[in-house]
């Protein structure tokens, strides 16, 4: 059972490009979480997400910034427009029921993000 | 507010010595607590898992700890090894609404010397 895939490993962009970041869950788990590391900085949430819904975008910036879980395929994180701020490693985690009854996160290899 | 916080953010010893990681948390009222390993340009790796009704848990040469009245977890490393140098992150789902989330840490960056 292969864990959680993301790509790609390592992404540069330009400054107003568009970076979309994929995320395939472990097999048999329909919750995906994204999560942020900017440098010196703690794992941040952004959004959690099920097949075809968003359940918390709480921790998502509100512009630029958009996630999406569809029926077949990965998980998408899309940032538009990327700024230099945005240069950090971007963390996808997966579990087979909302967490955390009985169950837990599993993390992927993340994205590390740099913005030039 | 809701936060973690880990003490030392570095940590250097030589190969061989027993260590202690500190974690503490702003609100008792946690799910659970949760101790990974990152290694430089990597993932996180889970090393144990400690439910809110537990006081600690235990995997070969690691122990965790909580005391959830205190707010806080520690993480014992038995005679430490060069492979053990890694950034230790503590993390915890805090009890609600949200408690899928993750509240992290910054972490603490151990370096085992040989």
């Known amino acids: 059972n292969a864990g959680v895939m993301q790509n790609p490993r390592h992404l540069v962009r330009r400054r107003g490009q568009e970076a979309r970041l994929r995320c395939s869950p472990m097999?048999?788990?329909?919750?995906v979480y994204w999560y942020r590391q900017l440098p010196e900085e703690g794992l941040k949430f952004m959004v959690y997400?099920?097949?075809?819904?968003?359940?918390?975008e709480s921790g998502m910036p509100k512009e630029r910034f958009s996630a999406e879980f569809p029926k077949e395929g990965p998980s998408i994180l899309r940032i538009q427009q990327v700024v230099r701020g945005d240069s950090a490693a971007y963390f996808c985690?997966?579990?087979?029921?909302?967490?955390?009854?009985?169950?837990?996160?599993?993390f992927g290899q993340g994205t590390r993000l740099t913005v030039v | 507010k809701q936060e973690v916080t880990q003490i030392p953010a570095a940590l250097s010893v030589p190969e061989g010595e027993n260590l202690v990681l500190n974690c503490s948390f702003t609100?008792?009222?946690?799910?659970?607590l949760q101790w990974f390993r990152q290694d430089p340009g990597k993932g996180l790796t889970s090393l144990l898992l400690?439910?809110?009704?537990?006081r600690e848990q235990t995997s070969g040469r690691l122990n965790a700890s909580l005391d959830k009245s205190s707010g806080r977890s520690t993480l014992y490393i038995a005679a430490s090894q060069p492979g053990d140098s890694a950034t230790y992150l503590c993390?915890?789902?805090?009890?609600?609404?949200?408690?899928?989330?993750?509240?992290f840490g910054k972490g603490t960056l151990l370096t085992v010397n040989p």
């Open positions: 400690i439910q809110s009704s537990q």
């Open positions: 097999k048999g788990h329909s919750h």
């Open positions: 609100d008792s009222a946690i799910y659970n």
């Open positions: 985690a997966s579990s087979p029921a909302q967490l955390p009854v009985g169950t837990e996160a599993f």
């Open positions: 997400l099920q097949k075809e819904n968003i359940i918390d």
């Open positions: 993390a915890v789902s805090f009890s609600g609404g949200s408690n899928y989330k993750l509240t």
